[in-house]
């Protein structure tokens, strides 16, 4: 039997038996020259890390083309490094799922040290120290979620985690953008090096947001007499610091059981699902699907990795906020949405399952091809087009991507604005294009009104995915039901937070009415009213 850990993977021939494909450089001497001189320290050690990010840079180090490791750095859930890095020697094992069911395996060896921000953990914190204080670091990296670069709650004050870190200063943070803003402050103080901070986490404005949080906390110490003036300047001068914005793009959906199985049955050890006790849901093996964009903005301080030869984009600011517009506007989140709520109305579990029924296949595929590409933003660098082919054609299509509608589903209402209010509001701009002729899109608004009674296309109730603003959605389609000859949902439909727009001053507010009344008519309406209005 075989092992995932570097013991193990000596023995290349043993895994080049079943097909995993194994790293080709010396791993003793990255790990030395990463101690000596680290240049990359990333944040969140999750799956798209693992299964996306360590992987470029591991075609950089069997190339030749770099000489140090990453150091992955886990400040949430300190378990995943306990039971998902230390006992596998911070290896992971690869599967990429091709839609033919082939598996592509491959031993991710790239992240050569693995530390947590535990307070009690003495040695992690000074070895996280010692790197920011060295002049070698060029690259910080983040996938923490959104979330993780929030500082205050719904009402715009500070988070107490965030308010008790104000208050103590940079000595002993807790949140992981304390944490950054106090290493940012040691690395200032040692000699005011230059270094970049790269969050490659999948939302709008990404370093943006990382930077607005890094400063707000400076800031608020500075006030306190907790650091001077001129860590602030050091921080905002582009000659030191840099937040560069990325799109990124890849599905890493959690461990499955299948890839799990195939894998034990090829004779690897100890490859089970681990669920720790913060709900991160991981193992130690990736799956993941073949398809994958990482687009960074080229703005970097001390050098960086040469993940251009790893397939990774830089380029401009202009070019990276093009690329995410086309993908979150038109070419693929809309029509993720689209497969997320209706898939939930009509009993599916799986994205893939959905793109084999017909009526919402031609669903997405109006919203995509018919209305999104009229308006779509071409980044020239990645054509839409073919962009939504894959989309269509592979990446929700692929039976080997454990990937359901009811996760899709989650905070839905903080997307509808930017999935589907941007395109209506291209369409408002355009001489040649009339709102009023739009269909798959209210058609998908008026799905998500639907979706919010709670009630499947067969009259039984399911669980609605997590969502910040549910209980107020909830109230105002308190009391429709099927069957219900009248209801009123103009309370979400003329939403401009929602939508980024009053759907009624646009005249879609009457159309997705209608469509939402034909849809509480009875058991099978969601159904029908879908297949009437995208045949």
Known sequence: MLKLNRESIENKSAWEAIGVELPEFDYNIVLHKTKEEPKWVHFGAGNIFRG????????????????????????FDFEVMDKVY?????????????ANGDFNKKVIGSIVEGITTDKSRTSDNERLVSIFENPSLQMVSFTITEKGYS??????????????????????????MSIITSLAYRRYQKGKFPMTFVSMDNCSHNGDKLKQAVITIAKEWLGKG??????????????????????????????????KEALCNEGIEDM?????????????????????????????????????EAGIIFTDRETVNKVETMKV?????????????????????????????????????????????????????????????????????NPFIPDTPQRIATDTSQKMGIRFGETIKSYVKRDDLNPEDLVAIPLAIATWCRYLLGVDDNGK????????LIDDLQALVEGIKLGDTSADISGILSNKKIFGIDLYEVNLGKKIEGMFMEMIKGTGAVRSTLQKYVG
């Open 226 to 259: 907790f650091v001077e003036e001129d860590f602030i300047k050091y921080l905002e001068d582009e000659n030191k610091i840099t937040f560069p914005l990325s799109m990124i793009d890849k599905i890493t959906p959690r461990p499955s059981e299948t890839v």
């Open 461 to 468: 109730e399911f669980i609605l995915s997590p969502d910040p």
């Open 272 to 308: 089970a699902v681990i669920i720790t006790s913060k709900n991160s849901y991981m193992a130690p093996f990736v799956n993941a699907e073949v398809s994958e964009y990482l687009v960074i903005e080229d703005k970097f301080t001390n050098g960086r990795p040469m993940l251009e």
């Open 151 to 176: 500082l205050t709650d719904a009402s715009g004050n500070f988070m107490s985690v965030i308010q008790k870190d104000i208050e103590n200063g940079p000595k002993n943070p807790l949140h992981t």
């Open 329 to 397: 506007t038109t070419c693929l989140n809309p029509l993720h949405t689209a497969l997320a709520v209706s898939g939930c109305l009509l009993g599916h579990t799986l994205i893939a399952d959905e793109m084999k029924d017909e009526t919402l296949k031609k669903f997405v595929t109006t919203i995509g091809y018919e209305e999104g590409l009229k308006v779509v933003v071409d980044p020239g660098i990645v054509n839409p087009k073919a962009f939504l082919d894959e989309v269509v054609n592979e990446r929700f299509a």
């Open 86 to 98: 230390e006992p596998y020697d911070n290896l992971t094992l690869l599967v990429l799922m091709n």
């Open 52 to 75: 996306f990010i360590a992987n470029a840079n591991q075609k950089l180090l069997n190339s030749g083309k770099a000489d140090t490791g990453i150091v992955a750095v886990e400040s």
